[in-house]
């Protein structure tokens, strides 16, 4: 196969999952009171999110 | 071939009035949102763009030169189907009808899936064919390959049509975005993408967007589930609901209701249920529909072809958990608390208006940041439900109608320009479905249900024509006209309760019977349907001449084919028989948990 999928899936879910956390670490926590039960949805998903773009990296680097 | 997949779909199409600057909207994004759609969108555009390289020849750009492997096909498998309709439509659904909606998945798709896995894959991918109409041709007559092949296009067309069309009425509707300005840019979008890297970008743009709906719906219903008190609390909401809706317990069990019709929320009893909806529709769709073969026609051999169906269908049957809980989660919420805990628009008919329950809920519980990533794996579903249209819709133009009818001796290199200039065009027609739509609603209701009269049968001419070798190309062709006769015959003198007769409501031979629901009349349509196509192709196909040979039948039918035998030590879980019984397993096991 030509292009492995899991390449740009891991780079794709990876930015967002930084994003996500950046976020989460300097949005003002008055909108998770608000919105998610008070709990930092951004910061909890976003490493969630980064965590599998990792992962798929990983995968796609390891057979070279 | 979309009968029921596409219905939800078009309650959500149905729902919205005209495309007008709304007077409040529902979401507001912030930059860090339009940041990650942006980023999403590069993506896709992105991988278009690399693998355009890889596209040498027509079986590269319409068959992913047969080269994928299982897993990544199964994905596409599934996320070509897990377009807007499914998302918006079966939360709606949730709402509407409570955990019974699991019907669709534990007695509809799973048992079909693993049919077309174990034993309708060989003929596909072992006929060579190069898409679905083309087995047809192969196997009965060309006279039968045109009718699917024309009828499938102009159902593709319209179906991505549909797609875009609620996506611009949703965005207009909960963002204030402009309607054309959202036509434009999905196509545009779309277009790119598929016109540069053909069906394997449309596959892999679905295993990104398959991960993205599933990574960012886990939240909000995690969130809602927190919200409601966990499972026990929902269930005691739900319980409160249903009671106060005069059918205690309907929303919390699937089958426990089911005896009669008027004590599920459906309004359909168990025989109809298994028969209508788990038998012929749902068979009807994964066995024949090319927008989901194609994916596994994509397979880089027999084994992962076989398999593609059965690993898709693993997480498949998980789905009610991702797109049927949060409906039922936002109905137990807006019992708990009134309007205030979960404010659900209101529709006419004085209902909370299901249409709008995953918007309210991303509104509710995501604040911005995951907002963006819950808006983008929207949009992603509608596109790619567009995407799975086009790519199904420029490989049977090519190969089944326009090689064969206009340009028998194309070179290869001018078989993908017809495709990409196809795929233009397929998208420019979608468009204008999509203001026909916006325009005259009752042009979509009524193309769906000739798409119900003409695929409902389809399934009959298939499992003949696989598994009984005498059946021929008369009796295939007329057989399928017979089953779309019986199917409008049927709709024309039945109808359901509380509907006034009309062309689209039936009743217009005369009222012969009235079911309790829109639902049951069509299930029933499906069933007789089939049976017409069934009893019309056997006795056709015994009254005239066969017209293959059984030389020319090897490898189309079941009992002139080898069976496909796996490598020796292959193991257990690489091989389609014990895999296929691993998933009816479990289906089983959750309609016995949900009971």
Redesign the interface.
Known sequence: ???D?RL??G???L??GV??VA??LF?DPA??A????G?N??L???V??AL?GGVMLFLSRRKG | MHVYALSPLLAVAGSMDKPTAPSSVLLQLATVDYLILAIYFAFVIGIGWVIRRYMKTSSDYFESGRSLPAWICALGFIGANLGAQEVMGMAASGAKYGIATSHFYWIGAIPAMVFVGIFMMPFYYGSKARSVPEYLKMRFDEKTRTFNALSFAVMTVFSSGISMFALAKLLNAILGWNFDACIVISSLIVLVYIYTGGLTSAIYNEVLQFFLIVLGFLPLVLLGLKDIGGWDGLMKNLDGYSAAKGMPGAWSHSWAHMGNPADNPIGIEWFGLIVGLGFVMSFGYWCTDFLVIQRAMAAKNMNSARRTPLIAAIPKMLFPALVILPGMLAIGLYYKGGTASMPLPIAADGNPDYNMVVPAMLAKYFPHGMLGIGLTALMASFMSGMAGNVTAFNTVWTYDLYQRWFNKNASDAHLIKVGRLTTIVGLLISAVCAYAAAKFNNIMDMLQLVFGFVNAPLFATFLLGMFWRRSNGHGAFFGLLIGTISAAIFQGSTIAMGETPSLLKGGWLGIHHTFSSSMAQNFWMAICAFTGCFVGTLVISLATAPNRTNEELRGLVYSLTDKPKEEAGTPWYSRPMPLGLLVLAGALVLNIIFW
Request: proline share 3%.
């Open positions: 196969m030509q292009l999928i740009p899936m780079l794709l879910f930015i967002l994003i996500l976020y989460g949005s909108i998770y608000q919105h998610s039960l709990q949805v951004n909890l998903w976003g969630i999110f599998f």
